[in-house]
Nanobody, 131 residues
């Protein structure tokens, strides 16, 4: 069983930056696909980024939604069992509740952005971007 707790959300102006963190407890997140998702009011949940944390050729591989490529970076702090999402050049359309999710698998793969594939979820952290 993995417990996930997000932090780092807040309110910024367009063009600003935020760094979200997701701390995992209860189990190591090694051999796990860790994803970040977001959901804005009235919109469907969407996958933002994912990273496979594990050994082998896929270890450290990352995936991004087209809408955030070049602006967001997902990273992992192994010692702290934590995943980060660095968000730069934020836009008003990035405003949403951001969720961290974990999926114990051998690779993230093409299905990284499908939330129903993930087993564990955090409670979310709110990101507000003003224009």
């Amino acid at each position: 069983q993995v417990q996930l707790v997000e932090s780092g959300g807040g309110s910024v102006q367009a063009g600003g930056s935020l760094r979200l963190s997701c701390v995992a407890s209860g189990s190591t997140i090694f051999s796990t696909c860790m994803g970040w998702f977001r959901q804005a009011p009235g919109k469907e949940r969407e996958g933002v980024a994912a990273m496979y944390i594990g050994a082998g050729a896929d270890g450290g591989s990352t995936h991004y939604a087209d809408s955030v490529k070049g602006r967001f970076t997902i990273s992992h702090d192994n010692a702290k069992n934590t995943v980060h999402l660095q968000m730069n050049s934020l836009k008003p359309e990035d405003a949403a509740m951001y969720y961290c999710a974990a999926r114990p698998v051998s690779v993230c793969g093409y299905s990284w952005s499908f939330g129903y594939n993930y087993n564990y979820w955090g409670q979310g952290t709110q990101v507000t971007v003003s224009s």
